[in-house]
Every structure is written in structure tokens, then in C-alpha cells.
């Protein structure tokens, strides 16, 4: 068992150190105090914290780089603060600010700031200072603030320390004009790529923790606002300066997250999403208003963020020239009324209803029906998902495998069809004076009805451009209904069909396949 990390006392009095054995560490301090270390819980909170420094930069990532991170975990965070620190006052107002914030929060914090994650690493972890280390690196002095540090702080293995240390290496300056031949024969490149990357002779990239977006808004408070009518008028300035990013870009909002920093260092997330692209104030607006009812503002917010993480093309429209309806003199309309006749973008208000619908469902939970350019009544409807999930890449979920690419962008009027359609037709006995006339009587699901009322046939053919094997109706190539729209002495409506492959008008080749209301 090894030490994954140890306080100020027992590091200060004993020289123990993150990594050492556990049996060493009691030999050097017999009363140590010992806690199982949790890291799944450890990498919980930091990421809770990582969350939280998301109120100085959208650019925050783990750091796992260092060798003291024994329990394979991240012990640290790496903050990309390029083109942010003028908005706290420069870069050591910024960093001060962290300092502050952090230790009120109760943690114990080191923290440097340099051209290089190495050398801010480096300095934070082994600079001056037992408590803080409040050390800001002025570009071209890199060489001279690492130059007394361990080796250690080059984050390279014990291992290479200790193969370092017997060469009579202890500082990082000895390292600055060595051969790197030699120490590359006999360490490899681990040694020198670090030292590279701690100088900046070599580029070390960082990847945040969450995908770093174009369109992003935010509100910082001087005092912590708590009320919903705050919390709301600063959510829809947000919206409102998000939807000009978004129309300058003629892009469209699918998935948006607003991100509430509590005073207490917690932060709250409210996600929504869109079944097509929107950038409406408005409409956003009503979105966000339920999940802000149950939002935890007890401790007040310092800022707020509303970030669009998923966007799509979105193409100016133009509006029609009718923008309410006709009233009389006498009539007054208020202002949800005038919203509920006044279309948004795109006309769209089935997508709005989804959205709307999916606030309280789940998008996921959304389902709808799509026609498509088909004559065959089974394969003319499909349902799928009301709303395509994916990212831009990913197929829609409306695009069901062997149904045409082409969706029908309204209902033909000219056909009526059932309110019910079965999913596979049903045989019925059915007894008709002749071959091509309706039925007469029949029987369904062992109850006989008497047909009091008949229209049709409308005929319907197997769909032609089909390959052999795949275009017949009942089983059979070739095959073609007539369909019949019958009421019984009940009131009671059917829609029949006669397969007329069927010679003969008895009781054979009827079909049941769907229901009137």
C-alpha cells in the first residue's frame, strides 16, 4: 500500500510524501494517522470543481500527468485562461480571484500561472510557499523560475529521479546543458520531452473536460442573485444575446445548457433540446421556465452561463405579411394569445409542441407519424422518433431502413383512410352478390356483421419498381386490392379489401384493415 496524499503536518515533521510505502511512512512517524483513500469519490469532487472553474474558462481539464497520481486518478486541474484574464482584471487579479474563491470553499490550494502547463505545474507543485503559491511567470523568465527546482517537478517517473539523482543531477538547471544523447541512451525520451514541454521547445496540448463552444453567453453578478424574476431576466438577456451569435452565424440552437455557479462552489445544469433548429428568444424562453421552478438557488448564483452545445444551419425566413389575426375595434388580444397565432421561425409549430412536450416527457419518450410516397396503406406510415438525438452525423431517427428517402410533406386529402390501421391485415369471411361488388355481410373475430352501407372499390396495385419477391401485397406477385368503406346496421365503420387474385366472390380473399372512428 502507498500513500496517495498527505497534510502539511506529516510532511513537514516526518518527510513523508505522496507515493511512499505505507510500512515507510510508519517507520518514519509511528503515530500516523491513516484513511483509506476513495478515488472514484476524489475524482467526483474534482469534477465537481472542474465544473465550477468553468466560471473563469470554458477550457478546464483533469490533470493526471504527474507521478504522485498513484491511485491512477487526477489530482489537479489545468486551467486554459489564453484571451480570459482581461475579463477579471489581468492575470494576476485572476488568479488571486481563484486563490480566494477555492480557500473559502475550504481547500487547500497551490496554484501557478506561466506560458507552459509544465512550468505552472512545476511551480505550483514545488515553488516557494507552504500554503499558496501565488506565483504568476512573466513571459521569457520560464528558464530562470524552473531553474532550482527538483527534478520531481518535471513530472517524470521515480524511477528516472532516483537514475538522475546517483548521476549527481538534483536541480533542473543541470539538466539545461547536458547532451541529450547520452540521456536519451540511458533513460530514454521520457526526461528530455518533459524538460521540453516545461520550456516550451515542445507543445503540450490540453484537452478540456467538455467540447469548448462558438456561441456562449454569460452574466457575472456583484451580488448573488436568488429570486426567480432575477434568475428569468437574466436567463432571457442571455437568450437574447445568444440569438444574435446565432443569426450572425445563421445557425440554429438543438441542444443548450445554462450553468448556475453557486456561491457555495456548486454548480446547477439545465439542459434542453430542440427537435429542430431554433434561435427564437421566445420560444427558448418557455423551455427553460419549468426547469427554473425547482432550481436549488438557496445559496444564490454569482454567474450565469447559457452555453449551445449542438447547433445546425439555420437560414433566415421571411415573415408573413399577416402577423395576428383580423379583430374588431372592441377586441383586445393579450400577449399569449398573440404569441399562440403569431408563428415562430420557420412556421413550425408541431416542432414547437415537441419541444414543449419534451421539457416534461423526455425527447426520447416523443413519438410521431410520417407519411411517405408510398400507395401501399402498411408502408405509406412509419413512426419513429419525433426528434433525431444524434449529433450532426448521425442519420435521422425518421429514416427507417427499405422506406423511401423522401417524406410527403402533408396528408393527401383526396383519400380517406382509417383512423385505425391494423398492422397486418385480418381474413374475414365475407359473402357478395358479385365478384367486384361490396360485401354484404361478414364475420370478424367470430362476430358476424351486416352491411348496411358500401363505397368503393378503390384498387390498389403492388408497387411495380419493387424487385421480384418484394412486390406483392398478400404474399403473391402481382397481387391487387380492391378496397371497400362499409357501415354496418350498427353505425360501426370498416375498411375491406378483396384480394382479386382470388376468383372467386365466396367467402375467400377478404380482408379487414382498419377502422373508422
Not at 4 to 10: C, E, K, Y
Not at 117 to 126: I, K, R, S, T
Not at 334 to 348: A, S
Not at 380 to 394: I, R
Request: aromatic residues 8%; hydrophobic residues 45%.
Amino acid at each position: 500500500m502507498r500513500v496517495a496524499a498527505v497534510n502539511q503536518v506529516a510532511e513537514a515533521s516526518a518527510g513523508i510524501m505522496p507515493g511512499m510505502r505505507l510500512a515507510d511512512a510508519r517507520a518514519r512517524l509511528p503515530g500516523l494517522c491513516v484513511v483509506s483513500a476513495e478515488g472514484g469519490e476524489d475524482m467526483t469532487a474534482l469534477a465537481a470543481l472542474g465544473d465550477w472553474c468553468g466560471h473563469w474558462t470554458p477550457w478546464v481539464s483533469l490533470d493526471a500527468t504527474g507521478p504522485d497520481s498513484v491511485l491512477g486518478v487526477s489530482h489537479g486541474l489545468w486551467l486554459d485562461i489564453t484571451g480570459c484574464a482581461h475579463l477579471f482584471g489581468g492575470e494576476v487579479a485572476l488568479l488571486n480571484d481563484v486563490l480566494c474563491r477555492l480557500t473559502h470553499f475550504g481547500f487547500t490550494v497551490r496554484a501557478a500561472l506561466a506560458d507552459t502547463p509544465g512550468a505552472a505545474w512545476a511551480v505550483a507543485h514545488y515553488g516557494a510557499g507552504k500554503q499558496e503559491c501565488e506565483q504568476v511567470i512573466a513571459p521569457g523568465h520560464t528558464h530562470a523560475a524552473l531553474a532550482m527546482l527538483p527534478l520531481r517537478a518535471l513530472r517524470i517517473s521515480p524511477v528516472e529521479v532516483d537514475g538522475l539523482e546517483r548521476l549527481g543531477f538534483r536541480a533542473i538547471s543541470d539538466l539545461y546543458g547536458i547532451p541529450r544523447g547520452a540521456l536519451a541512451r540511458r533513460f530514454g525520451d521520457g526526461v528530455m520531452r518533459r524538460l521540453d514541454q516545461a520550456l516550451g521547445h515542445e507543445d503540450e496540448p490540453l484537452s478540456p473536460r467538455r467540447p469548448v463552444t462558438l456561441h456562449r453567453a454569460r452574466r457575472d453578478f456583484s451580488e448573488p442573485i436568488a429570486s426567480r424574476e432575477a434568475i428569468a431576466a437574466a436567463v432571457h438577456l442571455l437568450l437574447n444575446e445568444l440569438a444574435g451569435m446565432l443569426e450572425a452565424d445563421e445557425q440554429g440552437a438543438r441542444w443548450l445548457e445554462l450553468n448556475f455557479y453557486r456561491g457555495d462552489g456548486k454548480v446547477e445544469h439545465i439542459k434542453v433540446g430542440t427537435s429542430a433548429p431554433v434561435r427564437t428568444p421566445s420560444h427558448l424562453m418557455r423551455l427553460f421556465a419549468e426547469p427554473l421552478d425547482v432550481l436549488d438557488a438557496s445559496f444564490g448564483f454569482d454567474s450565469v452561463e447559457l452555453v449551445v452545445s449542438f447547433s445546425q444551419p439555420l437560414a433566415p425566413t421571411q415573415l408573413s405579411l399577416q402577423t395576428q389575426p383580423a379583430t374588431t375595434a372592441s377586441s383586445v388580444i393579450d400577449t399569449e394569445v398573440q404569441e399562440f397565432f403569431i408563428p415562430e421561425e420557420g412556421g413550425n409549430e408541431v416542432a414547437q409542441l415537441i419541444d414543449r412536450l419534451g421539457q416534461r416527457l423526455g425527447l426520447a419518450n416523443i413519438y410521431r407519424v410520417v407519411l411517405f410516397p408510398s400507395h401501399v396503406p402498411e408502408r405509406a406510415m412509419v413512426s419513429g422518433l419525433a426528434v433525431d438525438l444524434g449529433e450532426a452525423a448521425k442519420p435521422s431517427a425518421l429514416d427507417i431502413p427499405g422506406t423511401p428517402a423522401t417524406q410527403l410533406s402533408h396528408w393527401p386529402a383526396a383519400k380517406q383512410r382509417p383512423l385505425l390501421l391494423l398492422p397486418r391485415p385480418e381474413a374475414i369471411e365475407a359473402v357478395a352478390m358479385l365478384p367486384d361488388a361490396p360485401p354484404m355481410m361478414f364475420r370478424w373475430r367470430c362476430m358476424a356483421y351486416r352491411v348496411t352501407k358500401a363505397e368503393g372499390p378503390e384498387r390498389i396495385a403492388a408497387e411495380w419498381w419493387h424487385e421480384e419477391g418484394t412486390a406483392s401485397l398478400n404474399g403473391d406477385a402481382g397481387s391487387i386490392r380492391d378496397y371497400y368503406r362499409v357501415e354496418d346496421d350498427r353505425g360501426r365503420r370498416f375498411w375491406l379489401y378483396r384480394d382479386v387474385a382470388c376468383c372467386s366472390h365466396n367467402s375467400l380473399g377478404w380482408w379487414l384493415h382498419g377502422l373508422f372512428g
